[in-house]
């Protein structure tokens, strides 16, 4: 993390036409070595009617904003959707030649955590304070960060049109998991603000609440194992389900059954027998 820091503070500095491919492949690169330092391995579990669906929506050309919508019961979340993002089985299945940047809809102060306080000065294990390291966020990786307790029209407005540009990861939970048979609500404002013809991915990380609990607070018992990634075939969000009147009472139906998608993907081992793609 501290030689990221430096790399990041380095790109902030520069002019670089190539910024946001550069800081993409450094968050990869952190994400592989972030999940072989604690042991964890990741398949891939691809339903059979995804690679089809994505031909037809012609998800290759890059013509319809396109959002994955992956569960949230883990830090780990973070370096697995990495991971998966450049994994050459779901860019065949997207019909991609190579791993595109994202831009992610995140909380600011996500380090926080990682500075230590001795009197009056603030130490930074990463080699960078949390503030700064939310500038990199920005300014680096081109993300977009919603301010805790603030309204947050802004930036999913500001999100959405990044999605005209690039593709997009949210975690629609919003927060991390307390328990292992838990999938926190949608924020159903996040559906007011999306394009109408979005194309959404839900995805779903089985078995990575065991790694890393959220619960008891600040629990540092990081285990080694498996998470099964589900990747449940993209729905077209341009029909009743987005509708173009933005009051965030028609958003709930969206919210609801992405949730529902989120859980039959979850505690359904039978669902859609595609076959295991191990690394």
Known sequence: ???IARTKRRLRQQANPDLLRRSWRLNCEWAERTLRIFGVHVEIRIDPDF?????????DRGGRPLLFLPSHQSILDHPVMNSVLQRPELLAALGWSESTPC??????????????RLGPWRLSLIGASADEADRFLTEVDGHVLLQRSRDTGNPTQLFA???????????????????????????HGLFAQLPADVVVIPM????IH???????????RINPGRVEVVVCPPMLGETTLLPRKRALRTQLEPA?????VHLASLYNP?????PVLRP
């Open 1 to 3: 993390m501290r030689r």
């Open 270 to 274: 039978e669902v859609a027998a595609a």
């Open 256 to 260: 609801t059954l992405f949730q529902a």
């Open 51 to 59: 690679a089809p669906l994505a031909r037809d929506l012609q998800l």
């Open 161 to 187: 049109r990044k999605l005209q540009e690039r593709p997009g990861v949210v975690y629609g939970a919003g927060t991390t998991a307390a328990h292992p048979l838990q999938c926190l609500p949608m924020q």
């Open 103 to 116: 831009v992610i809809l995140a909380r600011a102060g996500l380090w926080k955590p990682a500075e230590v």
């Open 204 to 207: 779903v990380f089985r078995g």
């Open 210 to 220: 065991a790694l890393w609990p959220k619960c008891p607070r600040g629990n540092l």
